[in-house]
């Protein structure tokens, strides 16, 4: 894959031909805020590893000492300050971002969120998006944009329900009270929060080599499954299933994953 030099992002392979690959989000100095730039470049950076045949699964990271600010403020004043025309240009660029935080989502491959220091307001719409979440027990979250006399608008007030339960993202989302990574995990944010950064990493770094090492057809498959099924009675949601197992169930991964549990060795499975 041609490397493409980003802005507000950087695309790291730590292990080659581990399946893993590192998108961090690369504004340290700035906490890693979200500019303009960033929505542009996100969903361009997803597109390019999504269709990387040596990528099963990304890791998504803040560089530095936080995983991100949120929205930069200096940017958002300039977004509102830019609307004369009663708000129809200022709605095409909310939907813009949204649709580049959904690319997470539309991305094939898995993508795990390695959560450290400030996730906050932009960044829990990003999380949320993602396929899991980790973080260390003493990161910190708020879904912030009621302080700034905002609506969270791209994507966290519909993903975080889901997650946590109306009640408990009611209750944020009102108060815009700052919680901990291991109140996190109370809540069910996310799968585990872990006492360092290096022990973050290090357990990231095996669940993802575990799951990069499964079929990717089948990973593939299970992602889209679990999120096309939350818009779905369950009966829709077993006949999806069904309709693309049925293609699914011809491909070589299955024969391969068979046939290497027989011979007792690891199996070999396509590239997507």
């Known amino acids: 894959m041609a490397e493409e030099k980003y ?17 961090y989000l690369n504004r340290p100095r700035q906490r890693n805020a979200l500019t303009l730039d960033f929505f542009t470049e996100f969903p361009k950076a997803l597109y390019a590893l999504d269709h990387n045949r040596d990528v099963n699964v990304i890791v998504l990271s803040g560089a530095g000492d936080h995983f991100c600010s949120g ?23 909310i939907l813009a971002m949204q649709d580049s935080l959904t690319a997470l989502e539309r991305c094939r491959k898995p993508v795990i969120a390695s959560i450290h220091g400030a996730c906050i307001g932009g960044a ?4 949320t998006a993602c396929d899991l979440r980790f ?17 969270a608008d791209l994507g966290t007030l519909q993903r975080l329900p889901l997650i946590v339960g109306f009640g408990n993202a009611m ?46 057809i089948a990973v593939m498959g299970t992602k889209t499954v679990l999120l096309k099924s939350r818009d779905l009675t369950v009966d829709q949601g077993l006949d999806f299933v069904a309709t693309m197992n049925s293609a699914r169930l011809l491909s070589s991964d ?4 068979v046939t290497a549990q027989m011979q007792k060795r690891k199996p070999v499975f396509s590239k997507l």
Do not use: M, W, Y
């Open 135 to 151: 973080c260390t027990e003493d990161a910190f979250f708020s879904v912030k944009e009621v302080d700034l006399a905002l609506a």
């Open 171 to 216: 209750e944020l989302a009102l108060t815009a009270r700052r919680f901990s990574g291991s109140e996190a995990k109370q809540l069910g944010l996310v799968s585990r929060a872990f006492p360092s950064k290096h022990d973050l990493d290090h357990a990231v770094s095996v669940i993802a080599k575990e799951i990069a090492a499964k079929s990717p």
């Open 7 to 23: 802005k507000t992002l950087e695309i790291v392979e730590k292990n080659p031909k581990s399946g893993v690959f590192h998108l």
């Open 254 to 257: 299955l024969t391969e994953a």
């Open 124 to 127: 829990i719409d990003i999380v």
């Open 71 to 93: 929205i930069d403020l200096s940017q958002l004043k300039s977004i509102t300050q830019s609307s004369h025309d009663g708000g129809e240009s200022l709605r095409r660029q």
